[in-house]
Nanobody, 126 residues
């Protein structure tokens, strides 16, 4: 079955960096769009970044643009999220997600994605 396993979360001071990884199995990775989302306590899951399955198109939430970078390695079946200049408001559980085709929905809509990881906690202290 499809598995997405995130890693790399942790506790970091404001201004610091973390690199999240999401290893995929059970699917043809290169045929899937990949996204990162996050959810803070008491809040809805929100879009962070997406990388399309072919080409180099990437998309970011305004709140992370210029600080976060999404990348993918189709030979390692892994998607990454490099997070720099972290802020306390970036504290959340971060999830990766995959879908072969967006269809009529947006890359930023969680409902667009078929597969989800279990999440990794990122905590940024002030």
């Amino acid at each position: 079955q499809v598995q997405l396993v995130e890693s790399g979360g942790g506790l970091v001071q404001a201004g610091g960096s973390l690199r999240l990884s999401c290893a995929a199995s059970g699917l043809t990775f290169r045929h899937n769009h990949m996204g990162w989302f996050r959810q803070a306590p008491g809040k809805e899951r929100e879009f962070v970044a997406a990388r399309v399955r072919s080409g180099s198109n990437t998309y970011y939430a305004d709140s992370v643009k210029g600080r976060f970078t999404i990348s993918r390695d189709n030979t390692e079946n892994t998607v990454y999220l490099q997070m720099n200049s972290l802020k306390p408001e970036d504290t959340a559980v971060y999830y990766c997600a995959a879908v072969p085709i967006y269809g009529g929905t947006s890359y930023s809509d969680p409902r667009s994605y078929n597969y989800w990881g279990q999440g990794t906690q990122v905590t940024v202290s002030s």
